[in-house]
């Protein structure tokens, strides 16, 4: 197992935004405040806007292995949503349709009138909000190993299933404890902060089929970046909503534009039951090689999806 080194993290100038963007050529960062927030993203390439919404536990770098490719043919927008990285991390705001609409005043204040919009983990989340929220502002909607919170959440198990909790997920009974601990309010911040690459290393290894595909310098970034109280609190809240989510979930008519679900390994059997529910004209893809970090394991067969039911 690849692991983050604890030494590097006091020395985080590298991992800072302004360094991390050196591995981009052609994209900046951008800031701005919107919906009563400071809101950090990249931006980079031309043509039709293209958002992107990262997942936990990263930031905006998780699409540094398909973004160059992406700006070759879209004005690619990769935004840290509220809590995320150098955007604020506000007390409130961390259900989903709060989220979109800081994505949709951003979205106003650029002056674009309908994006396309992507999103992986909570940000597919926070995406297919967005897109529940402001069809009228949503061309064509992408997911990726997440989707809007419902009530089969609350069907999880609390305790794994007889050998199904093996050193990877089983995608027949996935086990995933952190949706419950990040449901608790100030103990994960003092369990983990300072102790960040810990959690993070073991949860690269458990969700992803090669976890060596996450490269050191992602993971000190990622580490750094979550590595403090304020930071943990923020992104556990993105949980800590979920119950607000269901019941907002419940008043959304089903979305009419075009939506591809990609899932990985674990993921695709069940957004292939459950996103028909919700998207009447849907595609699904699955990577079926690759863990949960697909972005890291299938760069190439993430953009064969997209740029295929973009075009």
């Known amino acids: ?15 800072a935004d302004e360094a991390l963007i050196q591995h981009l050529p052609g994209f900046t960062n951008q800031y701005a405040t919107v919906n009563g927030v400071r809101l950090h993203y ?39 949503i509220r809590g995320m990285g150098s955007s604020e991390k506000p007390q409130s705001g961390y259900d989903k349709k709060t989220m979109a609409a800081d994505i949709l005043a951003l979205v106003q204040q650029l002056g674009l009138t309908k994006v396309q919009i992507m999103g992986h983990d909570i940000g597919g989340m926070v995406a297919m909000s967005f897109a529940f929220n402001y069809p009228q502002f949503t061309e064509k909607l992408i997911v990726l190993d997440g989707s ?16 199904t909790f093996t ?25 983990l902060a300072g102790r960040f690459q810990y959690l993070l290393d073991w949860l690269f290894h458990y ?21 403090d109280a304020e930071s943990i609190r923020a992104s556990n809240a993105w949980y800590q909503t979920f119950s607000q989510d ?22 695709y059997q069940y957004m292939k039951m459950g ?18 970090y697909l ?5 190439e067969q993430v953009l064969d999806a997209v740029f295929s039911f973009l075009n």
């Not at 019941?247 to 990985?264: C, F, H, K, N, R």
Request: one cysteine or more; a negative charge; charged letters at 15%.
């Open 275 to 292: 996103l028909p529910h919700v998207a009447r004209n849907l595609e699904m893809v699955g990577i079926l090689d690759s863990g949960h």
């Open 246 to 267: 269901i019941q907002d979930a419940q008043t959304y008519s089903p979305l009419e534009m075009p939506v591809l679900g990609i899932g990985s390994y674990i993921s």
């Open 207 to 227: 969700v992803m089929i090669d976890d060596s595909k996450m490269t050191p310098l992602e993971r000190n970034h990622y580490a750094a970046a979550y590595n």
């Open 42 to 80: 990249v931006e980079g390439g031309s043509g039709t806007p293209l958002i992107c919404l990262p997942g936990w536990p990263q930031t905006w770098y998780s699409y540094q292995p398909i973004a160059a490719a992406l700006a070759q043919k879209y004005r690619v927008l990769i935004i840290d």
């Open 295 to 299: 972005f890291e394991e299938q760069p």
């Open 148 to 163: 809007h919170p419902s009530e089969g959440m609350l069907q999880m198990s609390l305790i794994p299933a007889v050998g």
């Open 167 to 191: 050193e990877k997920m089983d995608a027949n009974r996935p086990y995933a404890w952190w949706m419950g601990f990040n449901q608790v309010k100030g103990l994960p911040e003092q369990l």
């Open 1 to 15: 197992m690849t692991q983050a080194n604890p030494n590097t993290l006091a020395s985080q100038d590298q991992y």
